[in-house]
């Protein structure tokens, strides 16, 4: 089955900088890799998503490019603010039957300082 | 908005006991999914369903199962918890009809098993 690495572990970064998240995924069959957020006390939540025939994608202060040669894909932020600090969790999904399931990477903590 | 709900935010059980986790949504969709999450780990499936009384195992489905009685509940079953079920666990809906749809989720059950 698909198997997705995450990294860094954790994220530390100053209020206006950028952070890069990075996930490779093993199954080149997946089509589809979604970005979720996680807030303290809340369930993932989408935040921005990419299909295997686009390179890249933005939304406003977040981006995320995917490498299929590669296998991975990352998540940018840019101008980082208190309120992204988070648990942010890339997927990828292999599509047709798959019923929507997703397999997860391992999370990141990603934590803005003032 | 979509919402949905887990029976309770904080469980804690005695080892050997059967503990029933359930969620509910309000927005129609065919496929729910059941996961723990685990720090280091990500989200794991542990099962999920695409209609009525349809299961399917996830990644991680020994000890676990579940029910889907009526389209909007999905309850995760562990027959006999033990130590290694203490988890967060977190319930997803989502609209059938492809890969590229959002996964909407509960807040989570946070199970201590002892």
């Known amino acids: 089955g698909e198997n997705v690495e995450q990294h860094p572990s954790t994220l530390s970064v100053q209020e206006g900088d950028s952070a890069v998240i990075k996930c490779t995924y093993s199954?080149?069959?997946?089509?589809?890799f979604p970005w979720y957020k996680q807030e303290l006390g809340k369930g993932p939540q989408l935040i921005i998503d990419?299909?295997?025939?686009?390179g890249e994608k933005k939304d406003q202060r977040i981006a995320v490019t995917l490498n299929k040669t590669a296998k991975h894909f990352s998540l940018h932020i840019t101008e980082t603010q208190p309120e992204d600090s988070a648990v942010y969790f890339c997927?990828?999904?292999?599509?047709?039957?798959?019923?929507?399931?997703?397999?997860f990477g391992q999370g990141t903590i990603l934590t803005v300082h003032p | 908005d979509v919402k949905v709900t887990q029976s309770s935010r904080y469980l804690v059980k005695r080892t050997g006991e059967k503990v029933f986790l359930e969620c509910v949504q309000d927005?129609?969709?065919?496929?729910m999914f059941w996961y723990r999450q685990d720090p280091g780990l990500g989200l794991r499936l542990i099962y999920f369903?695409?209609?009525?009384?349809?299961?399917e195992k996830g990644d991680i489905p020994e000890g676990y199962s579940v029910s889907r009685e009526k389209k909007e509940r999905f309850s995760l079953i562990l027959e006999s918890a033990s130590t290694n079920q203490t988890s967060m666990y977190l319930c997803?809906?989502?609209?059938?009809?492809?890969?590229?749809?959002?996964?909407?989720f509960g807040p989570g059950t946070r199970l201590t098993v002892l």
């Open positions: 997927a990828a999904s292999i599509g047709g039957t798959s019923y929507g399931k997703l397999t």
């Open positions: 199954d080149s069959a997946s089509n589809y």
């Open positions: 990419i299909r295997s025939n686009v």
């Open positions: 927005m129609d969709h065919e496929n």
């Open positions: 369903s695409y209609d009525v009384k349809m299961k």
């Open positions: 997803a809906s989502m609209r059938a009809g492809g890969t590229y749809n959002e996964q909407f």
